[in-house]
């Protein structure tokens, strides 16, 4: 077995498919299904079990992608020592990014870093702030950019970007009507959810209208854009679009509903020279 096996089996203990592993190492179904059946061979026991609903690992599968997932831990550490040996940065930084800040302003601030560390490869991973906690918490990722509250112990720092909250709509609207109104919600993660909900139970006595959900900002905007409706978004998802209408959400106590943006780590991944590179690099921009 080899780290691509160790891969392989990862991502059918995490996926529980074997269509959906094999779009994600870019090979055919068959392929993924051609190597767990050499791997069983090889050490004469059954992996997976396949039911209607896609595959169970068998207990000795569960065992081996554990065994798996340990070993590419190893590896990943050991490629991280070498790395840092280096008087050259570069090696792999694993970043985990919030939506509304991957969207808005990582594109472009992965473009600069990219410029000054050509040797340094970014492997992204988006979602909802909660998420991202996680990763950094389970060691998946080196650096999490989360918006919201997030207690950690270890090194963070705010970033620089618009913590508000808005009203949004392609015309002037008279918030006292939006409960007529159509709303297009986007998913979000829990603690933001509950925040906007006691914004709204504090204003009004009836649930919103909501028209349509959707989970991406960007699908959101272009609807808000067509007047299928207004939203309740991040500042961050507007930037300086001059053509909506926005108000900020403000509750009954006259504070702003704010969610700032922050950049950890851990203390002990920032002897890794591409993490501490990205994090100075992190520091620079929000202090120019």
Known sequence: MNERDWTLLTMLAQERSVTKVAQKLYVTQPAVSRRLQQIEQELNCAIVVRTPRGVELSAAGEHLARYAAEELERLRSLREYIDSQSDEVRGTLRLACANAYARCRLPELLKRFAARYPHVDAHVVTGHSSRMGRLLASGEAQIAIVRGRFDWAEESFALDADPFYYVVSSSPLDLSRLPELPQIRIVTDSPLEDELHRWWTERYRVPPRISTVVDRSDI??????????????????????????????????????????????????????????????????VNT
């Not at 403000?250 to 501490?276: I, K, M």
């Open 220 to 285: 959101c905007m272009e609807m808000v854009r067509q007047s299928l409706g207004y939203s309740l978004l991040s500042g961050l998802y507007i930037g300086n679009e001059t053509k909506l209408f926005r108000e900020k959400i403000v509750f009954a106590s006259g504070e702003a509903l704010t969610r700032e943006t922050s950049a950890c780590c851990r203390t002990s991944t920032l002897s890794v020279r591409a993490v501490r590179a990205f994090w100075d690099f992190l520091r620079e921009d």
